[in-house]
């Protein structure tokens, strides 16, 4: 089934606002480009959110919003639970920050 324009529409607002060029400024891509591990696991505060936990939020939601606008079925997130996802905040692994950087990339609305 071919999606309305209105629903294009919309998944192409949500991603422009991930990696397209963007009138509010450096979006969510550029914004965490060159970031290291160490970095996205600085928390600002005690019982702060830190960019990693962030960027894993957005990446459940690109996924969460994409699902209701087009009728998929619930559970394919790739993480168990979801919302707000605990990433490692004492010894940060590059490894996974690549991972969970890819998940955000990997939940683009597009149809």
Request: hydrophobic share 35%; proline share 6%.
């Amino acid at each position: 089934m071919k999606p309305s324009p209105e629903i294009k529409l919309l998944l192409q607002t949500i991603e422009e606002a991930f990696h397209k060029k963007s009138w509010h400024g450096t979006n969510l891509r550029g914004s965490i480009r060159g970031l290291t591990a160490k970095e996205a696991a600085w928390r600002p505060a005690k019982d702060r959110h830190n960019i990693w936990e962030i960027v894993v939020h957005c990446a459940y939601w690109k996924y969460a919003v994409r699902r209701r606008i087009l009728g998929e079925k619930r559970g394919s997130f790739p993480l168990k639970g979801s919302n707000w996802f605990k990433r490692p905040d004492g010894k940060p692994n590059e490894e996974l920050w690549r991972q969970d950087v890819a998940l955000l990339e990997e939940t683009s609305p597009s149809i």
